[in-house]
């Protein structure tokens, strides 16, 4: 593959975002050595390479009638000069597909681990979470619509270089750099270059995606990440059709792709009420991932709120995610945890060897940890599935927003 140029990268400073009013942002101030102009927002009128955030990208071949076609989701838009595609942060400028959201965030935040969610992948341990903008799927019941379906790329407030966003995730003591509020897959070549500068200081990267993606491009993009968590939204073609307009036989394509590398990851299924949530369609998903993943894939039921073009339909009642881990337990699998409620039942790990319990949690919260560092029961032994290095992390439920400013002092990538 043919690299993206990186982009001129401008003064990186930031204004609150929605991830971010909640507390009082931290600033981190970062500089880097080309920093000369302040950031001026992105809109739509400025698909251009001349942008310092906009960069040529690799997935995309020319069709014979003249549009070019970019090839890194199944959505397949065919494009004329100047046009963007569905995610709207790719399009065609100068006869090539580009990305125009290179080094641009909408706001970075630290989190617990377990908020992505991953409960098998360093506990307790804090990530530095962002988002770009835009989505290539077009979700009616979108949890982050503000961010995903923005048109305007007017989200994009923060910008940071692959390097500042690694040096920031160290001094601030995440283990590891999560992309996450909307999908990686659309701006992965950005996704990727953090995920090497942060490799290079010892820091994990964490994909939170859909899974909707070709194969080629999916295979490179995770071979830069470390973990991921798949949103499996449902289990029937129709659902994926009607409400996320994508194909569910995509997602399971990806799903098969990462039981075979390194990368640890999970499964998240929001369950909404009267369209996933009945007990054929969870058994249905159940099944597969039983025989397809093996009974040690991580599997979360999460609660929806009314949002985006579905507030009419009522939030998910707890019961609902007990009785979806009802059913995935008498499938065989072993890890289900429901998500986005206080249920500190069905967000135990129990150890698989003695039936003790290992992990013991309360929403974001570890109120109880019996591993040893390398992720085995301290009682009789049995080692969990996942990556555990060293103590539990001590971050708590906290979420913490950032601010990356330029003060000129801020230590240039390797400090
Ligand atoms: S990544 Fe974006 S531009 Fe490319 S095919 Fe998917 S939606 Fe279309």
């Known amino acids: 593959m043919t690299w993206p140029r990186r982009p001129h990268t401008r003064r990186f400073q930031s204004t609150p975002s929605r991830y971010n009013r909640r507390s009082t942002p931290l600033v981190i101030r970062g500089r ?15 698909l251009s390479l001349d942008d310092p955030y ?3 990208t690799a997935y995309w071949h020319r069709l014979p009638d003249g549009r070019v076609q970019c090839d890194v989701c199944p959505r397949a838009c065919k494009l004329h000069e100047g046009q963007r595609g569905l995610c709207f942060v790719r399009g065609r400028v100068d006869d090539r597909v580009v990305l125009a959201s290179y080094g641009r965030s909408s706001g970075f935040c630290v989190d617990p681990i377990e908020k992505k969610p991953l409960n098998h992948f360093l506990p307790g341990s804090s990530v530095l979470s962002f988002g770009t903008a835009g989505c290539n799927l077009a979700c009616r019941f979108c949890q982050n619509w503000d961010i995903s379906k923005s048109r305007e790329i007017d989200t994009l407030s923060a910008a940071a270089s692959p390097e500042l966003l690694a040096v920031t995730a160290g001094r601030l003591g995440c283990r590891s750099v999560a992309f996450t509020y909307n999908d990686p897959v659309i701006f992965m070549e950005y996704a990727m270059d953090v995920a090497d500068a942060c490799r ?10 859909a899974g909707y993606m070709n194969p080629g491009p999916r295979a490179e993009f995770y071979r830069h990440m470390d973990a991921a968590n798949i949103d499996l939204k449902a289990f029937t073609e129709t659902f994926y ?3 996320t307009f994508s194909k569910l036989s995509v997602v399971l394509e990806t799903l098969e792709h990462l039981r075979d590398t390194d990368v640890w990851f999970e499964i998240t299924t929001l369950l909404i009420p009267d369209h996933n949530d009945s007990d054929a369609e969870i058994a249905a998903e159940c099944a597969w991932l039983a025989e397809h993943l093996g009974p040690d894939v991580p599997l979360h039921f999460t609660a929806f709120h009314p949002d985006f073009k579905m507030r009419d339909v009522p939030r998910t009642p707890p019961a609902t995610l007990s009785r979806a881990r009802r059913i995935a337990r008498e499938h065989g699998l072993r890890y289900v945890y429901t998500g986005n409620v206080h249920d500190p039942a069905g967000q135990t790990t129990t150890c698989p060897g003695c039936d003790e319990p290992v992990i013991v ?6 109120d109880d940890y019996r591993l040893t560092a390398d992720g085995r029961c301290a009682t009789c032994g049995t080692s969990l599935p996942g990556r555990f290095d060293g103590p539990v992390g ?6 913490l927003g950032i601010r990356l400013a330029d003060p000129g002092d801020a230590p240039r990538s390797g400090q």
């Open 54 to 56: 906009t960069v040529p």
């Open 32 to 46: 880097h050595p080309r920093a000369r102009h302040s950031v001026e927002p992105v809109t739509a009128d400025t």
């Open 200 to 209: 290079e200081r010892g820091i994990g990267a964490v994909a939170v995606s």
């Open 361 to 366: 949690r309360d929403w974001y919260a570890i």
């Open 394 to 399: 001590g971050w708590g439920p906290r979420r």
């Open 241 to 243: 059709s009607k409400i």
